[in-house]
């Protein structure tokens, strides 16, 4: 299993602005995933950053508007960019210490509210 | 497309069985996970099936049939801290999971 720590746990941003959300690990992973969840509803890929390669994004999320930093096996950044009230959601980090992502431990999310 | 079914409201009551089924369809299959979380937290992992058959972790089981693209999870002597949303979860290639959109579980006294 891992432990992790997301940075802010909750925000209230102005529409326009950007905000950078931090995950960090307690132990070395290959795979880190972001996912976004509207309260009530399921998981939403956004994307995968693993340590060594760009982030690989999901269909509807672009790296201008979510781009991810991976700069360690240990640690990684998720920015929401020029946000909009549609960008209100909890955004959780993930990390897959097995080989193939089927087991994933999730931080405990941040919640974003855009005004 | 990619999609996964499974029941939106389960209702039991404590010490019962429920089971949660969950069929899918999607490009890739690599195995079927399931995610418990609770009103306010993080999913938690709970079980994992790759291969055909029946995977045990203590009060809960899961199953899986690839040739029906069909799984469930069994949730014995149910207690009232299992009521929770249940999410199954297939990892297709690339390591990318796409998750069912919950089963909410009530466990009523």
């Known amino acids: 299993s891992a432990v992790i720590s997301q940075k802010p746990s909750r925000d209230i941003c102005q529409r326009g602005t950007s905000l950078t959300i931090q995950c960090q690990v307690d132990s070395q992973v290959t795979m880190m995933f972001w996912y976004r969840q509207q309260p009530g509803q399921s998981l939403t890929l956004i994307a995968t950053a693993n340590q060594g390669s760009e982030a690989t994004y999901e269909s509807g999320f672009v790296i201008d508007k979510f781009p991810i930093s991976r700069p360690n096996l240990t640690f990684s950044t998720l920015t929401v960019s020029n946000m909009s009230p549609e960008d209100s959601s909890i955004y959780l980090c993930?990390?897959?210490?097995?080989?193939?992502?089927?087991?994933?431990?999730f931080g405990p999310g941040t919640r974003l509210t855009v005004t | 497309g990619q999609s996964l079914e499974q029941p939106s409201e389960v209702t039991a009551v404590e010490g019962a069985i429920v089971q949660i089924n969950c069929t899918y369809q999607t490009s890739g299959f690599y195995g079927l996970s399931w995610y418990q979380q609770h009103d306010g937290g993080a999913p938690t992992f709970l079980s994992y099936n790759g291969l055909d058959g029946l995977e045990e972790t203590g009060r809960f089981s899961s199953f899986l049939s690839r040739s029906d693209s069909y799984g469930y999870l069994l949730l014995q002597e149910l207690q009232m801290k299992d009521s929770a949303s249940y999410f199954c979860a297939v990892t297709t290639g690339g390591f990318k999971t796409i998750f069912g959109a919950g089963t909410r579980l009530f466990v009523k006294a």
């Open positions: 993930s990390v897959a210490p097995g080989s193939r992502g089927n087991e994933q431990y």
